[in-house]
Nanobody
Framework: QVQLVESGGGLVQTGGSLRLSCAAS????????LGWFRQAPGKEREFVAA????????LYTDSVKGRFTISRGNAKNTVYLQMNSLKPEDTALYYC?????????????????WGQGTQVTVSS
């Protein structure tokens, strides 16, 4: 199994920044990619961004391109999501998830381990 722990959420004003962290442990040798997803109240969970375990490839949903950056930490088992120019519509519970390799793009991978989530609230 893979354990994922998110941190870094909080309350921020419109235009502000936050950096989310996802620490992975356990059977990380089976991980091909880590992704960030979010779910706002009354809405379905949506893909935000993902990165391959070696950091060589990334993918973003259109609504966050140019504002969010996903990266691997120097410790190799940590993934960050730097969120700039935050908007009220970014308010959601943000989850980190891991996926094994299958021949699919990063958004369509079978994400099978999930963290508990960290709340991001952007006030207008």
């Amino acid at each position: 199994q893979v354990q994922l722990v998110e941190s870094g959420g909080g309350l921020v004003q419109t235009g502000g920044s936050l950096r989310l962290s996802c620490a992975a442990s356990g059977r990380t040798a089976s991980v091909y990619a880590l992704g960030w997803f979010r779910q706002a109240p009354g809405k379905e969970r949506e893909f935000v961004a993902a990165i391959t375990w070696n950091g060589g490839s990334t993918l973003y949903t259109d609504s966050v391109k140019g504002r969010f950056t996903i990266s691997r930490g120097n410790a190799k088992n940590t993934v960050y999501l730097q969120m700039n120019s935050l908007k009220p519509e970014d308010t959601a519970l943000y989850y980190c998830a891991s996926a094994p390799w299958v021949p699919q793009n990063l958004k369509l991978l079978p994400y099978d381990y999930w963290g508990q989530g960290t709340q991001v609230t952007v006030s207008s």
